[in-house]
């Protein structure tokens, strides 16, 4: 699975936009771009994946450079709940091998009033 | 509700014991994975097994064991506990689509 750099972390207001910036040039063409956080001690949670294309889901908004070797997960109206760690994690989603995650040290990020 | 359990929540012990750690898969996943976090090592992946069947080995330490019943909930078994065993660990499951993580037990061992 392709290594990943995430700034250590980011600050935002809340009901602005937190934009998450991922690096992963070493990504290979069949390599997914995940995206999942963890708020204080809880499990990590799912929050959006994506290949090729921009993705939009009801969470966030993952934008996904042409050359793959970055990506940006928006959050649009950041709250306060949203104060967590997030890990972006490149995932080979074929073979046994998806599920054996590598999490790498994430973004804290801090949702102020 | 995540839809995936896991028992207990906390669990203290000491140093030499043995433990069980139990998760219950999301109705209809198939696979079950166990994950380490600690505070020095972060989220690390133990193991996989797949309807009953181990299927990866993560960094997984000789005194840890698991397995997959039946039913498809895993438990995870900890002997010879040391200090540094001491983390959360989480269980998740899929059968299709992104991993469902179960709230964690967080082991102490004194």
């Known amino acids: 699975d392709a290594k990943t750099t995430q700034p250590p972390s980011m600050d935002c207001a809340e009901g602005r936009a937190a934009n998450l910036p991922c690096n992963h040039s070493?990504?290979?063409?069949?390599?997914?771009v995940y995206w999942y956080r963890q708020i204080h001690s809880q499990g990590p949670q799912y929050i959006i994946h994506?290949?090729?294309n921009n993705e939009t889901n009801e969470m966030a908004s993952l934008i996904i450079t042409e050359d793959r070797k970055s990506s940006t997960l928006i959050l649009p109206h950041a709250t306060l709940r949203d104060t967590a760690v997030y890990y972006c994690?490149?995932?080979?989603?074929?073979?046994?091998?998806?599920?054996?995650?590598?999490f790498g040290q994430g973004t804290i990020l801090t949702v102020h009033p | 509700d995540s839809g995936v359990t896991q028992t207990p929540k906390h669990l203290i012990t000491a140093t030499g014991q043995r433990v069980t750690l139990r998760c219950s898969p999301r109705?209809?996943?198939?696979?079950v994975y166990w994950y380490q976090q600690s505070l020095d090592q972060g989220l690390q992946f133990l193991i996989q097994?797949?309807?009953?069947?181990?299927?990866a080995k993560g960094n997984i330490l000789e005194r840890f064991s698991a397995q997959q019943f039946p039913d498809l909930h895993s438990e995870l078994n900890l002997s010879s506990l040391e200090l540094g065993d001491s983390a959360l660990y989480f269980c998740?499951?899929?059968?299709?689509?992104?991993?469902?993580f179960g709230p964690g037990t967080r082991l102490t061992v004194l």
């Open positions: 998740a499951s899929r059968n299709q689509g992104p991993l469902l």
């Open positions: 070493t990504i290979s063409g069949n390599e997914y």
């Open positions: 994506g290949l090729k």
């Open positions: 994690i490149g995932v080979n989603a074929g073979g046994t091998s998806y599920g054996k995650l590598t």
């Open positions: 109705s209809g996943d198939l696979s």
């Open positions: 097994y797949y309807n009953g069947e181990e299927r």
